[in-house]
């Protein structure tokens, strides 16, 4: 059976709002009781994508607050906490509970709460003789939020400045990695499954994976563990693969323009929780959801843009012909004489019109909705020349270089200082070897347009550190690396691994290609290094090539640390889909980031090392 992240995280909140009773088929309690919901600005954020304000009506829920806002009591009705466990939610609910704000407190952690934490509240409460008003703590393992079905972001923000920040210490690193590792707990536990896990060698992925291997071999040895259904050692047939990368792997999916729908989408419009606002066509503002309830969002989104264009087109043509048909048959026949059996007919029809009705306007409202979209987009795309950034960047990504006229062309023609400073970053990525006369040239098309250079100097710094590591002979390389390491944090471990490989002749992206290989299992020069970790063996054999942990595998979890996007997840879900059998990958990262959120953490990182201009970032996205 598919993994679908989207409808296992939905039962658990079902199950949550219904006060952890078990839920009939139709999805409710059996026994139905009115409820407030109480909620933290990042268990908010979770709820958001995957429970609508008519779901709650339908569990119960009456009433939702903010857990910071003041609140007055509503007695005789239980209150449902949803919120991370940390220090200033614990001392609100030890506040409400004193208060008597509600009846009963049904308290849902979004992970695991720890015990000092759990003993403040035991206190906090006995001390305000309100104990007897917290009626269940729950851990609910669900501190991750699920976009679409095989979708999701853990929300940790700046988490790819944290890893590469020179001066971040040891114990800065171990913390960020454990929020990480604590993350991707919540996701298996969710969907109950013990993955074996692949990584590169060294820096946060592996890390990362050697902390969760950990960490699930010691959940593994409790009674009463999450994924105890899973049964015992069961084949790699029915078990995912979990693949996890550091944004270095590949830098340049994190800062290119993309030209297909649902990529374009969320970098120049922001798409956020699966909502975005627009200008609308009579002024003002238009806020709209694109999610799994909106097919024409669920079928285009892999498209290019024109071909969305062309679909929309055909969608808004078929549905007039759809209601020239329903007009024609409840026109009647003009100039007939009226009889018994015409009336019949008639009403017929007429019925059939008035049920088709629904669907029809809201098939007109979805597209109004993308037309609007699209419309914005293209205004876009003819002011700023994003369709020259994108085919520019890929002819540079394969062929491993630009001509020098054609490179400042681009720089000094149309875009937001932005676009031209993600161009400049692809060629410093993509070029084999840096023309020093050519990067100055960049450089000083950049300063011309205003632009902060920071984010352009840190990628060449780092670019330059990894070729001068390539041609160095073994010796004076561990030099390097010890200095580098000292100096660029995590970073060092990448812009380069195969710039050779970036991307192959049909514009795969490197994450896509490695995933493919890990998931068919076979022998492979790119990925025979990949460690292997298998929570479920013992321990000395962990790390081994046994071949049941080598698949093939049907399903994978594929994990990007610092920083995902959509152009990968459209990638990934295109090689799920094209694989015969059909595969299913889920895809998930830290936080889901645009191309200019990115290049603002690289921006950040260049002025930290004291590298790039000092004009203003912020100017940097006009």
């Not at 100055?440 to 100097?457: C, G, K, M, N, P």
């Not at 561990?478 to 990448?494: F, T």
């Amino acid at each position: 059976m598919a993994l679908n992240l989207r409808q296992k995280q939905t039962e658990c909140i079902i199950r949550m709002l219904n006060l952890n009773q078990p839920v009939n088929p139709t999805g409710t309690a059996n026994e139905e009781v009115y409820k407030i919901l109480i909620y933290d600005k990042f268990c908010q954020n979770i709820l958001s994508p995957v429970i609508h304000v008519k779901d709650l009506r339908k569990h119960g829920v009456t009433l939702y607050f903010l857990i910071d806002k003041d609140r007055k009591p509503v007695h005789d009705v239980p209150a449902v906490y949803f919120v991370q466990p940390n220090h200033s939610n614990i001392q609100r609910i030890v506040v409400d509970a004193s208060r008597s704000l509600y009846d009963s407190f049904h308290l849902n952690f979004s992970s695991s709460i720890p015990r000092l934490l759990l003993e403040d509240l035991a206190s906090g409460t006995l001390n305000s003789d309100s104990i007897h008003r917290i009626s269940k703590v729950h851990d609910q393992y669900l501190e991750f939020v699920t976009l679409e079905d095989n979708l999701f972001s853990l929300s940790q923000k700046s988490t790819y400045v944290q890893l590469n920040d020179p001066s971040a210490g040891d114990k800065e690193i171990e913390d960020i990695i454990e929020r990480v590792v604590s993350g991707l707990f919540c996701v298996l536990s969710t969907l109950a499954v013990v993955p074996i896990i692949r990584c590169p060698h060294g820096g946060s992925a592996e890390m990362v994976a050697s902390a969760l291997d950990q960490k699930l071999r010691d959940h593994l040895l409790s009674k009463n563990n999450l994924f105890s259904e899973g049964g015992g050692f069961v084949s790699s047939f029915h078990r995912p693969i979990l693949c996890i990368f550091d944004r270095n792997f590949e830098l340049s999916a994190g800062i290119q323009h993309d030209f297909r729908y649902r990529p374009l989408v969320h970098d120049i419009l922001g798409l956020k929780l699966n909502r975005l606002s627009v200008p609308g066509e009579k002024g003002g503002m238009k806020s709209y959801e694109l999610d799994s309830l909106d097919p024409f969002w669920m079928a285009n989104g892999s498209l290019e843009f024109p071909e969305v264009a062309v679909e929309i087109e055909t969608q808004l043509n078929k549905y007039k012909k759809d209601v020239d048909e329903v007009n024609r048959r409840t026109g009647g026949t003009a100039g007939a004489e009226f009889d018994g059996t015409d009336l019949i007919g008639n009403t017929k029809h007429l019925m059939n019109a008035v049920n088709s009705l629904p669907e029809l306007t809201e098939r007109k409202q979805v597209i109004d909705k993308h037309t609007n979209i699209a419309t914005v987009l293209l205004g876009e795309i003819k002011e700023r020349s994003l369709d020259t950034y994108v085919k520019k960047e890929n002819d540079m990504m394969l062929r491993g270089g630009i001509d020098r006229n054609e490179l400042l062309g681009v720089l000094k023609g149309k875009g937001t200082k932005i676009d031209k400073l993600r161009f400049a970053i692809m060629y410093i990525i993509s070029s084999e070897t840096i023309n020093p006369s050519e990067a100055e040239a960049v450089e000083a098309a950049l300063r011309e347009s205003e632009v902060d250079t920071s984010a352009f100097q840190y990628v060449k710094k780092i670019k330059s550190l990894n070729v001068s590591l390539a041609s160095a002979n073994s010796a004076s390389r561990n030099n390097i690396v010890d200095w580098a390491e000292k100096l660029y944090g995590q970073s060092i471990s990448a812009v380069t691994a195969g710039v050779k490989n970036l991307l192959s002749s049909d514009r795969q992206l490197a994450l896509t290609r490695t995933v493919e290989a890990l998931m068919e299992g076979k022998p492979n020069p790119e990925i025979d290094s990949y460690l292997v970790f298998d929570p479920r063996a013992p321990k000395s054999s962990s790390g081994t090539s046994s071949s049941h942990l080598k698949g093939p595998f049907n399903e994978a979890i594929v994990f990007m640390i610092g920083g995902g996007n959509y152009v990968e997840y459209s990638s990934l879900q295109d090689l799920a889909h094209h694989q015969q059998p059909v595969k299913h990958v889920i895809y998930g990262t830290t936080e889901i980031l645009t191309g200019i959120e990115f290049v603002e953490q690289l921006t950040l990182l260049g002025q930290k090392m004291g590298l790039g201009s000092s004009v203003a970032t912020s100017s940097a996205t006009h």
